[in-house]
């Protein structure tokens, strides 16, 4: 079987992994996720060459679907194939609505049906990136738009589990998804490589909306990391809707509910303060997960991705939901129109199971979204004016395994004690137990939530351009080290240089299915510069440009 997959920042040699994955993804699902995208782009021509109406239904599954195909997400190759099954129905309802398409636009994937399902299989091995193009450069920028648009999906879908709906995004996202398999120029396809920078920072503005609406606006909050006595739940991933229901779920069945990894930032919103049972967070960013989980004693909840290849000693307490998967898993159902998902089953379990062992006895100080931010703006800004505070540095991102990722935790204890690092994202987990102290009051790290929160960063940065007056958000006191890993990763950086952010520094590598020439492009445009030596990447980061002192 032949399998290449480079869409991780963890891809074999930082070239591709062919054989397996470096994420424990086998051939055949990865092979199985690439035929998922190829009918989804079958979908997307089938919606953009016509001028008739999409349903909402159609739309909403392109997005799911979609997400369930990034990194971490989702292993389990029955789910993937029950996806296209869905996607070829879907794809038929299309095409009976649309007889207005002349056949000379009828491509494959707009048409290509399994007979057996040994064709699922052979199909597979050939729609992957290598079928993208024969020019290394038009498939760097295919594969930069689609990892983007995975980024994009996984977001929107996060949106709409809370009822939040945008048809320009899902419109956009067609669009993008029927130039993957199309004869399109380098010029064209970096057209909506940027314009799919401009419908993230749309998607996460959505998103931003939806949580704060739901849940009110993210406030400084101490999240304890030791444990208490009552067994506990642990929840992982981004879903906010999940870790409502089960906290209204578990109250007062003796139960505690823990975060972990991106889960943290729940602590931060107002609604789920209210909730004396959300005792604190448990381990730290994904990658950890097996030592986490095995002692954490109780059933976990892996509501999104980052999973992990599961291991015995917990195997049996793991439950998946919503597009996360895993063969062998319990799985819980999406909830029904106007119901509630079911997590009496974990719940159960729970109560049968010893509490969390002690694996640390702390604190995280987090909850620095752009409203509360904002609220201390002239506490910032005096701060930056007296020179007390001489540098922002975005280190936003992702975590991972590798152990050059050490490069992070290390520029973070290098940076002069006058520079305050703004995070979001699993990125924080290497340093955001450092005691960095404070510049009169204002914590060092200042951590917005989750890696869709980086808007948040975002949305701050261009607040203080127009507190100082500015007319370049690049001319502000800051500078951006971002660790990627996987496809929300690529959403985000494409949406940091949709609004003007240059010369953000990329690591741990760069990704492996840019090419050199596509490279090279986004250093001219853009100044992305590859991280370096933590002493001169620190002393870059710091800038020589002129302190903000005037008045
Ligand atoms: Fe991390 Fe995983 Fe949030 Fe990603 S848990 S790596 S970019 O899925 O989504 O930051
Ligand atoms: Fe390799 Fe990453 Fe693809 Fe997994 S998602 S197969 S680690 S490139």
């Given at each position: 079987m032949h399998m290449n997959c480079q869409q991780c920042q963890e891809a074999r040699g930082n070239k591709g992994c062919r054989s397996a994955g470096v994420c424990g993804k086998d051939e055949k699902t990865a092979n199985l996720q690439d035929l998922l995208v190829f009918v989804l782009c079958g979908m997307s021509e089938w919606m953009v060459k016509s001028t008739k109406p999409v349903d909402k239904k159609h739309y909403v599954f392109m997005g799911k679907a979609l997400f369930s195909t990034i990194t971490n997400a989702n292993f389990d190759e029955q789910r993937i194939l029950e996806l296209i099954k869905q996607g070829l129905s879907f794809r038929q309802e299309l095409a009976d609505a649309r007889q207005d398409i002349p056949m000379a636009q009828v491509t494959d994937a707009m048409r290509w049906i399994p007979k057996t399902d040994e064709d699922y299989v052979v199909k597979s091995q050939y729609v992957g990136i290598d079928s993208f193009s024969s020019h290394e450069d038009i498939r760097a920028l295919k594969s930069l738009l689609l990892y983007g648009l995975k980024g994009v999906a996984a977001y929107a879908d996060h949106a709409v589990v809370l009822g939040s709906y945008d048809v320009d995004i899902y419109a956009f996202m067609a669009k993008g998804l029927s130039a993957v398999f199309a004869p399109l120029s380098a010029p064209e396809l970096t057209g909506l490589v940027l314009r799919t920078g401009d419908s993230a920072v749309k998607t996460m503005a959505l998103l931003d909306q939806a949580h704060t609406s739901a849940y009110g606006h993210?406030?400084?909050?101490?999240?304890?990391?030791?444990?208490?006595?009552?067994?506990?739940?642990?929840?992982?991933?981004?879903?906010?809707?999940?870790?409502?229901?089960?906290?209204?779920?578990?109250?007062?069945?003796?139960?505690?509910?823990?975060?972990?990894?991106?889960?943290?930032?729940?602590?931060?919103?107002?609604?789920?303060?209210?909730?004396?049972?959300?005792?604190?967070?448990?381990?730290?960013?994904?990658?950890?997960?097996?030592?986490?989980?095995?002692?954490?004693?109780?059933?976990?909840?892996?509501?999104?991705?980052?999973?992990?290849?599961?291991?015995?000693?917990?195997?049996?307490?793991?439950?998946?939901?919503?597009?996360?998967?895993?063969?062998?898993?319990?799985?819980?159902?999406?909830?029904?129109?106007?119901?509630?998902?079911?997590?009496?089953?974990?719940?159960?379990?729970?109560?049968?199971?010893?509490?969390?062992?002690?694996?640390?006895?702390?604190?995280?100080?987090?909850?620095?979204?752009?409203?509360?931010?904002?609220?201390?703006?002239?506490?910032?800004?005096?701060?930056?004016?007296?020179?007390?505070?001489?540098?922002?540095?975005?280190?936003?991102?992702?975590?991972?395994?590798?152990?050059?990722?050490?490069?992070?935790?290390?520029?973070?204890?290098?940076?002069?004690?006058?520079?305050?690092?703004?995070?979001a994202g699993c990125a924080k987990y290497r340093y955001n137990k450092l005691n960095l102290g404070d510049i009169q009051g204002i914590p060092r790290v200042l951590d917005a939530g989750q890696c869709n929160d980086s808007y948040s960063l975002a949305v701050v940065a261009l607040k203080l351009k127009e507190v100082f007056g500015l007319n370049d958000v690049n001319d502000l006191p800051l500078s951006f080290d971002i660790a990627w890993y996987e496809q929300k990763a690529v959403a985000v950086l494409l949406a940091l240089l949709s609004l003007g952010f240059k010369g953000i520094k990329l690591g741990p590598t760069l990704p492996a299915f840019l090419s050199p020439g596509v490279v090279q492009v986004l250093v001219e445009k853009f100044d992305i510069q590859p991280i370096g030596s933590v002493k001169d990447d620190v002393d870059q980061l710091m800038g020589n440009q002129a302190l903000m002192t005037a008045g």
């Open positions: 993210p406030e400084i909050t101490k999240v304890k990391t030791g444990v208490g006595k009552n067994p506990g739940v642990l929840i992982s991933g981004h879903d906010l809707k999940d870790i409502e229901e089960l906290l209204k779920q578990t109250q007062g069945k003796g139960v505690d509910v823990y975060t972990h990894s991106e889960m943290l930032p729940a602590h931060y919103y107002p609604a789920f303060k209210k909730y004396d049972h959300f005792v604190g967070n448990y381990g730290s960013a994904w990658w950890n997960q097996n030592k986490d989980f095995e002692s954490f004693n109780g059933p976990i909840l892996m509501t999104t991705n980052c999973i992990v290849p599961i291991q015995e000693s917990y195997s049996k307490r793991l439950f998946t939901t919503g597009m996360a998967g895993y063969p062998g898993v319990a799985h819980i159902e999406d909830r029904l129109d106007s119901g509630q998902k079911d997590f009496s089953a974990l719940i159960q379990l729970a109560l049968t199971c010893p509490s969390p062992k002690e694996i640390e006895n702390g604190e995280i100080v987090g909850g620095f979204a752009h409203q509360q931010v904002l609220s201390l703006a002239d506490k910032v800004v005096s701060a930056v004016k007296s020179g007390a505070i001489k540098r922002f540095v975005v280190m936003a991102g992702c975590d991972g395994r590798q152990p050059h990722r050490h490069y992070f935790t290390d520029v973070a204890e290098t940076l002069p004690k006058d520079a305050v690092i703004l995070t």
